[in-house]
């Protein structure tokens, strides 16, 4: 299965592709959770809305409730991967950094692979910043 490489990029004229099935299970989970309910018009229900959590009381009572709607969301949208668990860093809640972002990791597991990770950083800007744990 080939993808669209992201971030993208031009190379020889054409879109970059990936078919690295770690790679495309990235980048399928970090689009289901930053795209927000109502954002694609055809899908309104896709996505996982991570930005309100930027707008929520910070508390693990409110992170458990997006947790379970994210897990359900990942479970419908991203077939063939085996969605752990997600966290969010602990700061967030003792407000300690940034109340104004969020570092979210997702722990995951390809068919046949090891465990892995994948963090981003949610902003209420909407910038997004990725980085990948192995």
């Keep these: 299965m080939k993808a669209i490489r992201v971030p993208f990029s031009l190379t020889g004229g054409s879109i970059g592709e990936t078919s ?3 790679r495309i299970a990235e980048q399928k989970i970090i689009n289901t959770l930053t795209t ?3 954002e694609r018009v055809m ?4 996505g996982a809305s991570t930005a309100r ?3 929520d009381i ?5 992170f458990s409730d997006f947790k379970t709607d994210a897990l359900q969301e ?3 949208t991203v ?3 085996d969605i752990i668990d997600i966290r969010i860093n602990e700061s967030f809640y003792n407000q300690i950094a940034d109340p104004t972002t969020a570092t979210i990791t997702v722990i995951y597991r390809l068919p046949l692979g090891s465990v892995q990770a994948t963090s981003f950083n949610v902003a209420i800007p909407g910038q997004i910043a990725e980085d990948t744990l192995i």
């Design 74 to 76: 990942l479970k419908r």
């Design 20 to 22: 690295d099935p770690a």
């Design 36 to 38: 927000n309910n109502g």
């Design 58 to 62: 910070n508390s693990a009572l409110e």
């Design 53 to 55: 959590l930027l707008f």
């Design 79 to 81: 077939s063939g991967v």
């Design 43 to 46: 899908n309104p229900n896709f």
